[in-house]
């Protein structure tokens, strides 16, 4: 990469001034974020990891009055600009995000953009931090994050999101929350493509939708649609759970009232879930969706919403299983929304450039036991003089 993460960090604008600067803010950035690739999930952790491997990161950082505390640790994070913060590594990540891919390679790819609440960092005082991601898919790579208030929020903290990184060519993609006309233009303006998914919330929208899509799939059915290629079916088998999902589309929009509405409209569509896990009764949902796409094939369609779904298991799930992201409780100010960034960062590294091949938990556990495994995922091992 162009930028090492050292120079990324001394851009970081400072929010202390005078003689509230006992440490650089790059160090304890650097330590943090070392700490939490480390294993290590709290403020006194953060400390005593430190404190542990002084030796190693003294060639980086200005210990001459001793190591940061955890208070230390605690009261630049819940201050520091979560905003700029995100901004920041934004653009890092737009980086490896053309190491790893290519910019040819960086068209029509899907990048899944949705909401995750850090459960135990609300109080009394505050609500918990709702944090809205953009991921691309393919890369399982965070592009940039937006924190929010509440969910709710998340209709006015898309289209800030969608200014962090270049989407041109690309197909977003958003649950029903985001499915709103303002983000649809945002979407079109900077040429890129949308699926967006519509549920009880649009009521009108969802009620014309699910009437069209049936009248279609019942008056054309399965055999003719599929030769127009405006049906396909996926099976997946996995530790005894069996998932069938069929995919129906229809471009035809001239019947909807409100299609001029919604910029680059071009065709609307349904996926079918049909569950079976053992002995259990079978299980079955609809997904009905909008999309600006130019003539797709429903096999298409099954792959973009597949990628979608993968926000899910390979971001937010992993945040709480390998970084027990919702057990954490920093809560003053902006403490959980930057935790959120670093774990983020921790995780693609550790994805990207760690040698290990073993689960995220157990490279993050072996990262602890020597911290020039860490300085290797971060690119930074080789300034050790």
Not at 163 to 191: H, P, S, V, W, Y
Request: proline share 2%; with cysteine.
């Amino acid at each position: 990469m162009d930028q090492t993460f050292l120079e990324l960090l001394r851009e970081i604008q400072d929010f202390r001034k005078g003689n509230a600067i006992q440490y650089r803010l790059q160090d304890i950035l650097l330590t943090g974020t070392l700490a939490i690739i480390c294993n290590m999930d709290t403020y006194t952790e953060m400390e005593m990891f430190v404190k542990h491997e002084r030796a190693y990161l003294e060639p980086f950082c200005d210990f001459s009055r001793g190591v940061p505390s955890h208070d230390t640790f605690g009261k630049v994070f819940s201050r520091l600009d979560a905003d700029a913060l995100s901004e920041k590594f934004s653009g890092w990540m737009s980086q490896l995000r053309l190491e790893l891919a290519g910019v040819a390679e960086l068209q029509e790819k899907t990048i899944a953009i949705d909401g995750k609440t850090i459960r135990r960092s609300g109080s009394k005082d505050q609500k918990a931090s709702h944090v809205i991601t953009a991921f691309a898919s393919e890369l399982e790579l965070v592009l940039g994050q937006v924190k929010t208030d509440e969910k709710s929020n998340e209709i006015t903290a898309i289209p800030e999101l969608l200014k962090l990184f270049q989407i041109k060519g690309n197909i977003i993609t958003i649950d029903a929350m985001g499915t709103q006309k303002e983000i649809a233009q945002t979407i079109i303006e900077r040429e890129a493509d949308y699926v967006l998914a519509v549920k009880g919330n649009q009521k009108h929208m969802y009620e014309d939708l699910v009437f069209h899509l049936d009248s279609e799939i019942k008056d054309k059915g399965k055999a003719a649609m599929k030769e127009l290629g405006h049906y396909a079916i996926s099976r997946t088998k996995d530790h005894g759970r069996i998932e069938i999902r069929e995919c129906y589309l229809s471009p035809h929009i001239d019947w909807y009232d409100w299609k001029d509405d919604w910029a680059g409209l071009k065709g609307s569509g349904v996926i079918i879930s049909r569950r079976q896990e053992g002995d259990k009764p079978e299980t079955q949902e609809r997904h009905y969706f909008i999309y600006s796409l130019n003539a797709p094939s429903a096999a298409d369609l099954l792959r973009i919403k597949r990628e979608h779904w993968a926000i899910e298991n390979k971001l937010h799930w992993m945040l709480d299983m390998a970084f027990a992201e919702d057990d954490c409780r920093a809560r003053a100010k902006n403490a959980a929304a930057v935790f959120n960034i670093l774990r983020k960062l921790a995780l693609q590294m550790l994805k990207t450039q760690s040698p290990y091949k073993c689960g995220m938990k157990s490279k993050r556990k072996l990262c602890g036991l020597g911290v020039l495994s860490a300085m290797r995922v971060l690119g930074i091992s080789d300034q050790i003089s």
